[in-house]
């Protein structure tokens, strides 16, 4: 079945400073989403990259989809504490269920004052 | 005012046990899931319905048995409870499949099976 890897699993930072998380798919995928869990909390959706090298930023944050539709990112600028929080991606298969998502086993970042 | 509310929130119960997780949503969404997060925070999918009609379900034991009354709940009930059972349940809606398949996420249930 469909696999979703993502890294790392854990990330700590100093405030300031830059964090990314990769994610990648064992096959291809027709969108990609994005949610973020407090710590907690519950999975928040925060963004959904549907095209073939799409680049999409929030403020901070900035999230690619690669062209093959298999990887993605999120690469967060300058962090702060209120970054803190899992955050995972989540595949949606090609030609698979329209409505299931396979999600990574997320990224823990852990923010220094 | 909540999106997608969970009934309780938690649960503290003995192994044999029959439990039932409540969920509903007031977003006028189409389909409705369940996810289990365990220790180790992993989210997997275990049910789907859309408008009432089951849409996915994935290797689940039978002790588990979702139902969804309409299309704004979804309740989960768990037959004869045990250790591995412990985790974070999460209810979610989305508006429907395909790209619009973001998931609203309810506040989860913290099952403890003793």
């Known amino acids: 079945g469909q696999q979703v890897m993502q890294i790392p699993q854990y990330q700590h930072v100093q405030e300031g400073e830059d964090f990314t998380t990769y994610c990648n798919s064992s096959?291809?995928?027709?969108?990609i989403q994005w949610y973020k869990q407090r710590p907690g909390g519950h999975p928040v959706f925060l963004i959904q990259?549907?095209?073939?090298?799409e680049v999409k930023k929030q403020k901070r944050l900035t999230f690619q989809f690669g062209e093959a539709k298999k990887n993605s990112s999120l690469h967060i600028t300058a962090t702060q504490t209120t970054d803190v929080g899992t955050y995972f991606c989540?595949?949606?298969?090609?030609?698979?269920?329209?409505?299931?998502?396979?999600f990574g086993k997320g990224t823990l970042l852990t923010v220094n004052p | 005012d909540t999106a997608v509310s969970q009934t309780p929130k938690y649960l503290v119960t003995q192994m044999g046990n029959d439990k039932s997780i409540k969920c509903e949503q007031n977003l006028g969404h189409d389909t409705m899931y369940w996810y289990k997060q365990d220790s180790k925070k992993f989210l997997k999918i275990m049910f789907s319905y859309n408008n009432k009609e089951l849409i996915i379900n994935e290797t689940v034991p039978n002790r588990f048995s979702p139902k969804s009354p309409d299309k704004a709940h979804l309740n989960l009930h768990i037959n004869s409870l045990e250790l591995g059972d412990s985790a974070v349940y999460f209810c979610?809606?989305?508006?429907?499949?395909?790209?619009?398949?973001?998931?609203?996420f309810g506040p989860g249930t913290r099952l403890t099976v003793l």
């Open positions: 989540a595949g949606q298969n090609s030609g698979g269920s329209n409505y299931k998502l396979t």
């Open positions: 096959t291809t995928l027709s969108n």
């Open positions: 990259l549907v095209k073939s090298g």
């Open positions: 979610a809606s989305s508006p429907r499949g395909g790209t619009h398949n973001e998931q609203f």
